[in-house]
T-cell receptor
Framework: GEDVEQSLFLSVREGDSSVINCTYTDSSSTYLYWYKQEPGAGLQLLTYIFSNMDMKQDQRLTVLLNKKDKHLSLRIADTQTGDSAIYFC????????????FGTGTRLQVTL | DTGVSQNPRHKITKRGQNVTFRCDPISEHNRLYWYRQTLGQGPEFLTYFQNEAQLEKSRLLSDRFSAERPKGSFSTLEIQRTEQGDSAMYLC?????????????????FGSGTRLTVV
């Protein structure tokens, strides 16, 4: 099956930019997503990118996709304490674009 | 649109007992998914439905697990003879038919989950 890897932890200061990285093994992705999970809560869709795109910007969020290196990143500009959470990258790699495969999650800690 | 609703939020059960969880998806969504998330891990796919048809089941879904979506609306996930290893957060998600409009069309809306603790 598809392997999706993320670094476990990232600490940034409030106001700085955060960059969360994700790598995957199968190049035949269709859609790629970033989800945010706060303690005890479900998953909140932050943004998504189609596999035929290289970049997508949505307010403070920028997603970069490097298909050659099978690398996806999420940049959060002007990181706030409310951004502290676990961030998951996820994608669909089956032809029907049905089930999501998730990464291991990156815990973002924002310090003052 | 009240989002995806899951009940109960928390369930504590003794080993060997049966438990059932319910998921109410967004009404216009025809696809419904069940995921399991253990501590420190990302969610793992269990099964999904398109309308009332169960189209795929993961190998994680042992014979003790059964999911239904009888009328293509809400779904139930039952675990029989629970084991301590079943302790996890069970997440439900739904998604609309492909080809619709809206930025979230290509996303999956998740519920808040049911946290199961088997003692």
């Amino acid at each position: 099956g598809e392997d999706v890897e993320q670094s476990l932890f990232l600490s940034v200061r409030e106001g700085d930019s955060s960059v969360i990285n994700c790598t995957y093994t199968d190049s035949s992705s269709t859609y790629l997503y970033w989800y945010k999970q706060e303690p005890g809560a479900g998953l909140q869709l932050l943004t998504y990118i189609f596999s035929n795109m290289d970049m997508k910007q949505d307010q403070r969020l920028t997603v970069l996709l490097n298909k050659k290196d099978k690398h996806l990143s999420l940049r959060i500009a002007d990181t706030q304490t409310g951004d502290s959470a676990i961030y998951f990258c996820a994608g669909t790699w089956d032809g029907t674009a049905s089930k999501l495969t998730f990464g291991t999650g990156t815990r973002l800690q924002v310090t003052l | 649109d009240t989002g995806v609703s899951q009940n109960p939020r928390h369930k504590i059960t003794k080993r060997g007992q049966n438990v059932t969880f319910r998921c109410d998806p967004i009404s216009e969504h025809n696809r419904l998914y069940w995921y399991r998330q253990t501590l420190g891990q990302g969610p793992e796919f269990l099964t999904y439905f398109q309308n009332e048809a169960q189209l795929e089941k993961s190998r994680l879904l042992s014979d003790r697990f059964s999911a239904e979506r009888p009328k293509g609306s809400f779904s139930t996930l039952e675990i029989q003879r629970t084991e301590q290893g079943d302790s996890a957060m069970y997440l439900c998600a739904s998604s609309p038919p492909r080809g619709g409009q809206g930025a979230n069309n290509y996303g999956y809306t998740f519920g808040s989950g049911t946290r199961l603790t088997v003692v």
